[in-house]
Structures are given as structure tokens and as C-alpha cells.
């Protein structure tokens, strides 16, 4: 499969970029960028054509990897499934419902598959636990931390991110953790309660459908000493959590990039299609109407 690349930024060069050269199954067609200059350097390093123009890029490509804001991505997804390429993209899927109804509305029209990079659910040891819990019933509630120290100090790579900047935690990590907790305690009811907290920290309490409840704690201003990821889930099988994974983003990709491969050839959906990021984007808006209520 011939897959290009759109964008340029640190997730590009750090993971999208070297999991598609190194693919056995994957011919890494060229990358296109909003700075040419950018997309130049990052073509050069693998030896594949910068394209100046998106469209010539889509023509010559079998599917894209997306790695830009999640609002251009949702402009671009469309447009790369309304020229029957297939797309691998990043989440969150868009910050409105409304681009997230007109990716999957133009990926279904072209009959293209889809596969969004949550980023948890394609390492091993999370995909098993995940898969585990959800065979089990009784769930009663669940607890996830997501605290990331990027704009608190440090050399993170996305502490100029103009749209973290703009979103905050709850639409960068915040998919992290729903992409997490529905596959295990089910679809959310509705978003209870949402809260503020110190930085650009959200608190949210969620009601599912099968009666569950789960609190999230949301941070990308979290001291340094204090970021990290947890789980908990209690019920009638007792408490569990999730497991720490031991391998990082580039294998991650390339699973996804594996199962985008897979949903081709079956035509089946994957779990993680544009459809599931929907519902996350839908679920996060509702939580930020919540938090604009309150300030």
C-alpha cells in the first residue's frame, strides 16, 4: 500500500514518518506539509518526493497517515475520502462534533477504511487488559489519570503547540483515557459533571449506560514529579489496573498502520475507525460546554 504523509511537526518526524519506512508492507509515497521548506527536509531524510500541492499527493497514493491540528486533519480526511484514499489519522479526530460527523460521512460515502491512532489501544499490554476487562461483567466504576507535565516546564517537543495550547488536556489526553474506559464499561450516558482544575486541568464524571460511573483527572500542567497514567477499575471481579507498557509510540503506529492494512483487505471495520473517534469527539464536546458553563 502506498501511504503519504501529511504534516511535518514532532509526532510526524518522531513516529509517523520512520514507522512508515520501516513497514514491510507499506511503500512511504511522499509527504506534504503547511511549511514546504518543512516537508522538504522530512522527505529528504527518507528519500521519497516533497509535494507542494495536497491533491497531487492524494493522486498518487493509495492512503494517508495524518499527523496535523485535529481541525486541519478533519478538513484533509475529508478530502482525502472523497478521493477514495484510505486514512490512517490521529486523535483526537476533530474538536467539533460537526467535522467529526463530515469525516465519517465522507469515509462511508467513499467506502474507505479508517484507523485513528489511539495511541494506547494499539500496545500490546493495553489491548490485552482492555480485552480482559471488558469480557468481565459487574463493573460498578473506574478512575483514569491522564497528567502530562508539557507545559509545565521541561523540553516536551509540543509545549509550542499553538492547538494544545489552545484545547488543553482535555482533547489531547483526554481521548487517551475514553478510548480506554468505553470499550470496558460502554457507551456514556452522558457526562455528568465537568470541573476546572490548577493549569488546563478538567475534572469529568461520566454515567455509561450499563450503570457504570468513571471519574477522570485530565493535565498536560501537572509538576513533573507528578505526570503519569492509572487506571482503576472496581466491581464484582475486584480491582484492577492498568498495566505500564513497555514499548513506545513508533511500535504502536506501526500496529496501526498494520490493522489499517487489515480493515482494507477485510473490509471490516476496526474498532478504533472514525466512527468510535467520533463518539470520543462528541463526548469531549459536551464535556466543554460543561467547562465553558463554569468558567
Known sequence: MRIGLLGTGPW?????A?????HAEVDFAGVWGRRPDAAKDLAGRYAVPAYDDVDALLADVDAVAVALPPAV?????????????????DKPLATTAEQGRAVVAAATEAQVASVVFFTSRFQPETHAWITEQ?????????HAQWLGSVFSGGDSPFA???????????WDVG?????VLLPVLG????VAAAAHGPGDTAHLVLEHTGGASSTLALSLTAPAAAAGTAVELRGAAGVTRLPVNGQGALPAFARATDALLAAVRSGRPHPCDAGFALRVTEILAEAEGLLGERG
Do not use: I, Y
Request: net charge positive; hydrophobic share 50%; no cysteine.
Open 18 to 22: 520512520p514507522a512508515l519506512d520501516g
Open 187 to 190: 457507551e456514556v450516558r452522558r
Open 160 to 170: 509550542n503547540s499553538p492547538w494544545r495550547r489552545e484545547k488543553g488536556a482535555l
Open 134 to 142: 471488558a469480557a468481565a461483567a459487574g463493573w460498578f466504576t473506574a
Open 12 to 16: 510526524a518526524t518522531m513516529v509517523h
Open 175 to 179: 481521548p487517551h483515557a475514553l478510548s
Open 73 to 89: 486533519q478533519a478538513e484533509l480526511a475529508v478530502r482525502a475520502a472523497r478521493a477514495g484514499r484510505h486514512l490512517l489519522l
